[in-house]
């Protein structure tokens, strides 16, 4: 029996929600490594714990926070900082955002005190926040600070600002889009709130609702059941 032909208008609309879902994927994990599970649920993926796996990660993640020790100079300055030893400065400042560029960063022992919602921690991300507003990668600390300490005034004030003050319309996107998914799932609708300040005519509006538009979409398909991780 012949196969019934498939509308290519269909197909062809099918093809463009499955690269929008592609993209939105890649940008989750670019934007996102420390919480990436729990971002691609809020596109309607389910994740599917198999033989413990994801146990078995946080299990050995637990175990090098616990075992991470400082390697060298910069991070034993950092190490000293963090436990009250040592001030709030610039050069602290420097040496935590180079620890993060670094070739080999000691992510377990940054984890550490982020899982530990450390207080030295989230003064010296505020800090480099007030002396360079709208950085994209301390504005991801203070988002992961969030899911340890609950900040959200704060993540709304800080990525509100940046997004006000961006000029660059890319950088703005990507703003606008980490704002949404760092305070979505505190029922904060990140994307309405920036909106209302905007001009109808503004090319800020017009990515705004251009990302409204497409955070229904996702909500759709999800709904209909469409679009599965498998």
Request: aromatic share 12%; proline share 4%.
């Amino acid at each position: 029996m012949e196969k019934k032909a498939r509308d290519p208008i269909l197909e062809d609309f099918e093809e463009l929600q499955n690269e929008i879902i592609r993209d939105q994927v890649k940008e989750i994990f670019r934007l996102h490594p420390h919480d990436y599970i729990a971002r691609l649920e809020e596109l309607g993926f389910r994740y599917v714990e198999e033989d413990s796996e994801y146990d078995q990660i946080e299990e050995m993640e637990l175990k090098e926070e616990k075992e991470a020790r400082p390697k060298n100079q910069r991070q034993r300055d950092l190490v000293a900082f963090f436990e009250g030893q040592r001030p709030l400065s610039e050069k602290i400042f420097r040496s935590f955002t180079e620890e993060k560029a670094s070739r080999n960063p000691n992510y377990p022992l940054l984890r550490r005190y982020f899982k530990q919602a450390n207080p030295h921690l989230k003064a010296l991300i505020l800090y480099g926040l007030d002396k360079y507003p709208g950085r994209i990668d301390l504005l991801s600390d203070l988002a992961f600070f969030h899911e340890f300490e609950n900040v959200l005034s704060l993540l709304i004030a800080y990525y509100t600002e940046a997004c006000v003050t961006q000029a660059n319309l890319d950088t703005f996107s990507d703003l606008a889009q980490d704002f949404y998914y760092a305070t979505h799932p505190d029922g904060y609708e990140a994307y309405h709130a920036l909106r209302e300040l905007f001009g109808p005519d503004s090319d800020k509006r017009k990515i705004i609702d251009f990302l409204i538009a497409e955070a229904d979409t996702e909500v759709l398909l999800t709904e209909e059941g469409d679009i599965q991780w498998m």
